[in-house]
C-alpha cells in the first residue's frame, strides 16, 4: 500500500506544501500573507487537489518552517534547519554547507554525514535576507525576479556602503539620481548581500558541497555574487523554495513507516484542515502584549 | 537692517550650517542684541542647492548678505557640498557647542538626527569629551519614526502628541526598522491603534538611547536636539528610560547649526569677503 505523507512549510513569505508517496506527487507555493492557517488551508487544498487524494489519504503531516505552530492538520512540527538539511540532503547526498536565503531570514546549516552539526541564523535585519532584494527592487522600478538576469550586464559594481536596508534604499535613490545605470545598482546590492550572508554562512565555516536555497536562490546574480565570495561554485536545487517542505515530508514518510512497521496506529482525530475560525482576534491580541 | 549693517563694521558677522541628510538648518545670532536667526528647509538630497537656498534666506532673515559674513562654518553629512564655507567642523562639535550656548549648564546631549543617533559628553565649553554614535541601522535613528509615521499616514508633527494618547504601547518582535515597518502593518490590519503602535515606537528608540546611555555614561544636564526632539512622545519615552529629565531647545534641529555659527563667530577675524554664493 502506498503511503502517502506531506510536508508543509510555512516561511515568513511562501507558503509551500509538497505531497510524496516515494515521488513528489504535488508541490504547491504560495504567498503566506497574515494568516498563516488560512494559508496552510489554502494552500493544502490545493496540493491535495493536484495529487488526487483527500486529506484522510495523508498518513502522517509534517509541518516547519517559521509558522509551523499554525497547521491544524500537521501531526508533527519540525524545526526548518531539521526539515531543510533533510530536504537538501535527498537531492545532493554530498552536501556539507546550506546557505538559505529567505524572505525575511536567512541561514547557514552544516552538515556532516547528512545531519546537522550546527548552523547560524539571522532574522534580527533585513540585510542578507530576501526583504533587501524586494525593497530595493521596489526603489528601482524592477520586478523582483529579474533582478538577477539584470544584474549580469553590469559592467561596474559600485559599493554600498549603508549595511541597513533603509540607508541602502536611500542610497540607491542618489545614485539613480547620479544617473547610475540600474545593472551596475543591481550588482552593488548582490554584492552586499552576498557579503552579509557569506560573513553569516563563514561563522559555521562554509566547506564544499555548498546547496543554496530559499526564493533568493533563484536570483542567478546573487548566486554569482556569493561564488564570488567563497571562491567556487555552489549547488542550487531546481526548485530552491521547496528543500523544507521535500524534508519534511520524507521525515513524515520515516515516521510513518516506523508506525506501521511497530502496528502503532497514528490518530488522526486532532486534525483538522480548515481551523474553526481563521483569524482568533482575542488570541492575536493577546500575543502583543 | 540698517542697524545691523552699522555694527557689522565693529564685529563681523559669523554664520552656521547644518547639512543633514533630511534637512539642512543655517543660523546666525544677531551682532546687536543675540537674537537667533535661523532657517531649515528639506535637503531633498541636492546638499549643495539645500545649503545655498538655506543660508540667502538666513542671510535675508539678518538683514545682511554673505559679504557681511567674515566666517562659515558648515557641518552634517553634506559639509563637504557647502561651497562657500569656510571651514568644515564634525556634526559632534557643533551638536556640543550649540547646546551648552544655549544651556550652559549642559553635560550630555542626546542628539536624534534622521540617519543616526548620538549620545554627546561636553566639558563647560561644551567642547566633546566622549561620544557614541549610532548609524549603522535605522532603527536607532528618527528615520525609524519617519518610516512608521508614513505607514500610519501621520504627520510627523503630530506623532508626539497622538502617541501620548497610547494606553498600551504595542511590543515590536523586532529591533529592524524594515520589518517593524510590516510588523505595524499588520497591527494594524488586527485593529490596533496608530497611538499604541507610536508608543511601542517611541519605546524602542528609547531602548537604544539607553544603552548609548550605558556606553558612554551621562553628565547632567542632558539636553536633546536633532528632529526627533520635536517628538513629545519620544522626549518622555527617553525620560522615562534614563530616568533623568530632558532640557529640550525651542527649536532643537539647529542645535548643530548654532554650534557651527558659534565656533565660525570665534574664527570670523579672517576676511571672507572674497568669498560668493556659487
Not at chain 1, 530536504?87 to 547557514?108: A, L, Y
Not at chain 1, 552586499?192 to 530559499?214: D, F, L, N, P, S
Not at chain 2, 518610516?147 to 523586532?174: H, M, W
Amino acid at each position: 500500500m502506498d503511503v502517502y505523507v506531506a510536508g508543509v512549510d510555512i516561511g515568513s513569505t511562501m507558503t509551500k506544501v509538497v505531497i510524496h508517496n516515494g515521488t513528489i506527487l504535488a508541490a504547491i507555493i504560495g504567498p503566506t500573507g497574515p494568516e498563516h492557517r488560512r494559508t496552510a488551508y489554502k494552500v493544502m487544498l490545493e496540493a491535495l487537489a493536484q495529487a488526487k487524494i483527500s486529506l484522510d489519504n495523508l498518513t502522517y503531516v509534517v509541518a516547519t518552517g517559521y509558522g509551523r505552530l499554525n497547521v491544524p492538520f500537521a501531526d508533527k512540527q519540525v524545526t526548518e534547519i531539521t526539515c531543510h538539511a533533510r530536504g537538501v540532503s535527498s537531492i545532493f547526498p554530498n552536501v556539507r554547507t546550506i546557505i538559505d536565503i529567505g524572505g525575511q531570514d536567512s541561514k547557514g546549516i552544516k552538515i556532516s554525514n547528512g545531519k546537522v552539526i550546527n548552523f547560524v541564523m539571522n532574522d534580527k535585519c533585513a540585510a542578507g535576507t530576501g526583504r533587501f532584494l524586494e525593497v530595493i527592487a521596489e526603489a528601482l522600478g524592477v520586478r523582483v525576479e529579474e533582478m538577477g538576469e539584470l544584474s549580469l550586464k553590469s559592467g561596474s559594481i559600485p559599493k554600498i556602503s549603508s549595511t541597513c536596508t533603509v540607508f541602502a534604499e536611500q542610497e540607491v535613490t542618489s545614485w539613480l539620481a547620479m544617473g547610475t545605470k540600474v545593472e551596475d545598482i543591481l550588482a552593488g546590492i548582490h554584492e552586499a548581500i552576498a557579503t552579509r550572508v557569506h560573513g553569516m554562512a563563514q561563522r559555521v565555516k562554509i566547506e564544499r558541497e555548498v546547496v543554496v536555497t530559499g526564493g533568493c536562490a533563484k536570483n542567478v546574480g546573487l548566486v554569482k555574487a556569493l561564488e564570488r565570495k567563497i571562491g567556487y561554485s555552489v549547488l542550487v536545487p531546481s526548485e530552491p523554495l521547496l528543500t523544507g517542505a521535500i524534508g519534511a515530508a520524507l521525515i513524515g514518510k520515516e515516521i510513518a513507516s516506523q508506525a506501521i512497521e511497530k502496528g502503532t496506529p497514528i490518530s488522526r482525530a486532532e486534525r483538522r484542515l480548515a481551523a474553526v475560525t481563521f483569524f482568533d482576534e482575542s488570541a492575536s491580541r493577546g500575543n502583543q502584549s | 537692517m540698517v542697524k545691523a549693517k552699522r555694527n557689522i563694521k565693529k564685529k563681523p558677522w559669523a554664520l552656521g550650517i547644518d547639512i543633514g541628510s533630511a534637512f539642512s538648518k543655517a543660523a546666525i545670532v544677531s551682532n546687536d542684541n543675540g537674537d537667533i536667526y535661523y532657517h531649515i528647509i528639506a535637503s531633498r538630497g541636492d546638499y549643495r542647492a539645500a545649503a545655498k537656498k538655506v543660508a540667502e534666506e538666513v542671510l535675508k532673515r539678518a538683514g545682511i548678505t554673505l559679504e557681511d559674513i567674515a566666517c562659515t562654518v558648515a557641518t552634517g553629512v553634506g559639509a563637504t557640498s557647502v561651497a562657500f564655507s569656510s571651514i568644515q567642523v564634525t556634526d559632534i562639535s557643533c551638536v556640543g557647542r550649540g547646546a551648552q550656548y544655549l544651556y550652559p549648564s549642559a553635560g550630555t546631549i542626546i542628539d536624534i538626527g534622521d540617519q543616526a543617533s548620538r549620545l554627546i559628553r561636553v566639558d563647560s565649553e561644551g567642547s566633546p569629551t566622549n561620544f557614541v554614535v549610532s548609524e549603522k541601522c535605522a532603527a536607532g535613528s528618527g528615520r525609524f519614526l519617519q518610516l512608521i509615521a508614513r505607514v500610519l499616514q501621520v504627520d510627523l508633527s503630530e506623532i508626539g502628541e497622538l502617541s501620548l494618547k497610547s494606553g498600551r504601547p504595542t511590543a515590536f518582535s523586532t529591533n529592524c526598522a524594515v520589518f517593524a515597518e510590516s510588523e505595524a502593518i499588520s497591527r494594524i490590519a488586527e485593529g490596533a491603534l496608530k497611538e499604541d503602535i507610536l508608543a511601542g515606537i517611541h519605546k524602542a528608540l528609547a531602548a537604544k538611547i539607553l544603552a548609548m546611555v550605558e556606553r558612554a555614561g551621562l553628565e547632567k544636564d542632558l539636553v536633546i536636539a536633532g528632529g526627533g526632539a520635536k517628538d513629545i512622545g519620544l522626549v518622555k519615552s527617553i525620560e522615562e528610560a534614563i530616568g533623568v529629565a530632558l532640557l529640550v531647545p525651542p527649536e532643537p534641529q539647529i542645535v548643530a547649526a548654532l554650534g557651527a555659527w558659534l565656533i565660525a563667530s570665534e574664527r570670523s577675524t579672517t576676511n571672507q569677503a572674497e568669498s560668493l554664493l556659487r
